[in-house]
């Protein structure tokens, strides 16, 4: 359901939902993926939700999920929101909790300002 992208000399892993819609159906599963990674010690993630035209509360608690599971060991940053994405973002008020980018380019040039 994820595909990912490590780049071990930046020290970050960019992961992507190859889903349509981020919800309770799947929800789950995405968490699962992410945290395999975060166990494996990629503990720098960029979400890239670029196939992601939607997402519900139990997709937003799974991305939350993930992000307690990182701690303060790592750090977790969002780009490519559709307009419904960025909007669910904001009626949870989960736009202050990620910093979100345009694109992984993006994502990844802050996550390396932040090394």
């Not at 993630?45 to 997402?55: N, W």
């Amino acid at each position: 359901m994820i595909k990912t992208s490590v780049h071990e000399d930046l020290g970050l892993c960019v992961v992507k939902p190859t889903v349509e819609r981020l919800t309770a159906a799947n929800a789950t599963t995405f968490k699962e993926e992410v945290i395999a990674l975060l166990d494996q010690k990629h503990d720098r993630l960029v979400i890239d939700l670029a196939e992601v035209s939607f997402i519900d509360s139990s997709g937003i608690g799974a991305l939350v999920g993930v992000l307690k599971r990182v701690g303060t060991r790592g750090e977790i940053v969002v780009c490519n929101l559709a307009s419904s994405v960025q909007q669910m973002f904001r009626i949870t008020r989960m736009d202050r909790v990620f910093s979100a980018y345009r694109d992984v380019d993006a994502a990844i040039q802050a996550l390396k300002e932040r090394a």
